[in-house]
């Protein structure tokens, strides 16, 4: 084998971007878990309320904050899935099965 071929397929930390690329599936669940606790803060925090603590209460009676947190969740959740999912050759799917056509094309008359 080539060596230069051998050096782009190595997936040792020395190429370059190799470790960014095992962190991937890292960085998408914990962008996607950032986004699920501000939701969780969002839908809960009403219900705590009980006015020990100022920002379960901020995000309890504010609607901007609220607002806020709400387009943030959504921004995070888009960018887990543009910028950190796996590429799709990493991701497991069934093989397309080819399909034949049920006449052989017929030319002329």
């Known amino acids: 084998m080539d060596p230069e071929l051998k050096a782009l397929l190595d997936p040792s930390p020395r190429r370059p971007g190799a470790a ?4 991937l599936p890292l960085l998408y669940w914990v962008t996607l878990a950032a986004a699920a606790v501000l939701l969780g803060l ?4 009403p219900a705590l309320d009980v006015g020990h603590f100022r920002l379960l209460g901020l995000f309890a009676r504010d609607p901007a904050v609220r607002r806020t947190a709400l387009a943030a969740a959504i921004g995070l959740t888009v960018t887990a899935c543009v910028f950190f999912r796996p590429p799709a050759s990493a991701r497991v799917t069934e093989p397309v099965k080819p399909t034949r056509p049920t006449q052989p094309p017929v030319v002329g008359a």
């Not at 960014?20 to 962190?23: E, F, I, N, P």
């Not at 969002?42 to 925090?45: E, K, S, Y």
């Open 20 to 23: 960014t690329a095992r962190h």
């Open 42 to 45: 969002v839908l809960l925090c």
